[in-house]
C-alpha cells in the first residue's frame, strides 16, 4: 500500500510518498493498490490521478479517477488490477502516479515470477 500526499500550488501539485516494496506476482495475479490523498493546500481543490505499473516488457494502467478535496481533507482512492497474461518472468514493473500534467516513480514494483517451484526432496548416493 502506498500513502501519498497531494499538495495544491499556485499553478500544479506536489506529491510525496511513503511505503515501499517488492511483490511477487505470477501473470494473472491480481493486485489492488489504494492510495491515500489529501490536500494539504489552503482551499478546496479538485484533482486527477491515475496510477501505472510500467517495466521494460509489460506495463498495466488504472482508470483515471477526478476528485475534490476541502483544504486538509483525506481520500482513499482503489485500484483493482491484474498482471498482464503476456508479461515474461523474472521481470519487473514500478508503480507510477500521474497527476494533472506531473507524474511520481513510486518505490513499489511488481515482480513476475514462475507460477512453479523445484524442490529437491530426497537424494541416494550409492
Known amino acids: 500500500m502506498a500513502s501519498l500526499s497531494l499538495t495544491q500550488a499556485t499553478e500544479d501539485l506536489t506529491l510525496t510518498c511513503s511505503g515501499s516494496g517488492v511483490i511477487h506476482k505470477t501473470k494473472g495475479d491480481s493486485f489492488t493498490v489504494?492510495?491515500?490523498?489529501q490536500n494539504t493546500g489552503d482551499?478546496?481543490?479538485?484533482?486527477?490521478l491515475n496510477?501505472?505499473?510500467?517495466?521494460d516488457s509489460w506495463n498495466w494502467k488504472g482508470t483515471q479517477k477526478t476528485f475534490t478535496l476541502e483544504a486538509g481533507e483525506s481520500k482513499q482512492l482503489v485500484w483493482e488490477g491484474s498482471v498482464p497474461k503476456n508479461a515474461q518472468i523474472d521481470t519487473t514493473?514500478?508503480?507510477?502516479a500521474y497527476y494533472d500534467e506531473h507524474f511520481k516513480a513510486l518505490n513499489w514494483w511488481?515482480?513476475?515470477v514462475?507460477?512453479?517451484?523445484?524442490?529437491?526432496?530426497?537424494?541416494y548416493v550409492n
Open 51 to 55: 496510477v501505472t505499473f510500467e517495466g
Open 114 to 123: 514462475s507460477p512453479s517451484n523445484l524442490s529437491i526432496i530426497s537424494s
Open 93 to 96: 514493473a514500478r508503480l507510477v
Open 34 to 37: 489504494k492510495l491515500t490523498v
Open 43 to 48: 482551499t478546496e481543490g479538485n484533482f486527477s
Open 110 to 112: 511488481i515482480h513476475v
